[in-house]
């Protein structure tokens, strides 16, 4: 069976700068799906056009705006790139630029050209469950998705916040923290029956 090695992580966007090359539809989607997760996130949108859609969402979440064509001067500073334009030879030199300034980058749909992907997640207040595919089926990902929205409890914050309390009033090493943490959740997972 193929394995699926990418390494999942969970990054602090609010702390980054981001650009998004491209004003359509793909561009909307991946702005849309950013900011659902992180509202705060600091986007900076380039291309000669954007739909009305987006102008909306970037004025109500302080993304900036900019019209003007993909230059490879825009990616000074930045720390992750999306490239959704229309022109795969556009995506391309994004992606060849980005790559030699050691910037994450993802275009769109052209999973060789991508550094990382964007799948399926779930967020439940400090819970959040991402879902990778490695890239092959967005559909699977957001049908798994809707399942674990359906199975994770709506109070699952209220047991994240307790633990966490209890986590402070627990003595011992790191080790002993953790021994009493996994004794105290183990009914939190059914183990099949043998």
């Known amino acids: 069976m193929e394995r ?62 900019t019209k003007d064509v993909y230059d490879k001067s825009y990616l000074e500073g930045r720390h992750m790139v999306i490239a959704t334009t229309d022109k795969v030879d556009v995506n391309e030199q994004v992606y060849h630029d980005c790559r030699e300034r050691h910037i994450l980058v993802n275009v769109a749909d052209n999973p060789p050209f991508c550094d990382f992907y964007m799948g399926g997640i779930v967020t439940k207040g400090n819970v959040k469950v ?23 409890p709506e109070n699952i914050d209220d047991l994240v916040k307790n633990l966490n309390e209890f986590r402070k009033t627990i003595k011992g090493d790191f080790e002993e923290k953790v021994e009493t943490l996994n004794e105290f959740t183990k009914g939190l997972v059914s183990k099949k029956k043998e």
Do not use: C, W
């Not at 991402?130 to 994770?152: C, H, M, W, Y």
């Open 4 to 65: 699926n090695e990418l390494y999942p992580v969970f990054l602090k966007v609010s702390q980054l700068n981001i650009l998004i090359v491209g004003g359509g539809n793909v561009g909307l989607e991946k702005l849309t799906f950013m900011l659902k997760s992180s509202p705060n996130a600091q986007v900076e949108m380039l291309a000669p056009e954007f739909l009305p859609e987006t102008l909306e969402l970037a004025k109500k979440h302080q993304v900036k705006i």
């Open 130 to 152: 991402a879902i990778s595919t490695n890239g092959k089926s967005p559909t699977t990902a957001k049908r798994l998705r809707q399942f674990f929205e359906d199975v994770i």
